[in-house]
């Protein structure tokens, strides 16, 4: 696959900041993407080094509120972090 598309190929080419930002503070916040259907990110309490992330999808007729209450026992006995995104229309 030489010369091949890094993108077809499933090759991710981003990379990280040099230096992270503040590491967000334990609870449950807005992403702040917009002010309707906006979704959350939760970090778990005690979390004192980088964690796994859990990207949590609602099915339809459904919200990211909805979801984070199914995981987010076990992601703070297991920690980690939880996205829970909201769609944008119809999917």
Do not use: C, W, Y
């Not at 916040?29 to 002010?35: A, D, M, S, T, V």
């Not at 509120?65 to 119809?90: C, K």
């Amino acid at each position: 696959m030489e010369n091949a598309d890094p993108h077809s190929s499933g090759i991710l080419t981003s990379r990280p900041r040099e230096k992270p930002g503040e590491p967000a503070a334990a609870g449950t916040h807005p992403i702040g993407l917009g002010r309707s259907r906006d979704g959350v990110f939760h970090v778990p309490a005690g979390a004192t080094r980088p964690v796994p992330l859990l990207i949590m999808l609602h099915g339809a007729r459904a919200s990211s509120q909805d979801v984070l209450p199914m995981v987010s026992a076990a992601a703070e006995v297991h920690a980690v972090a939880v996205l829970a995104p909201e769609s944008r229309g119809a999917t």
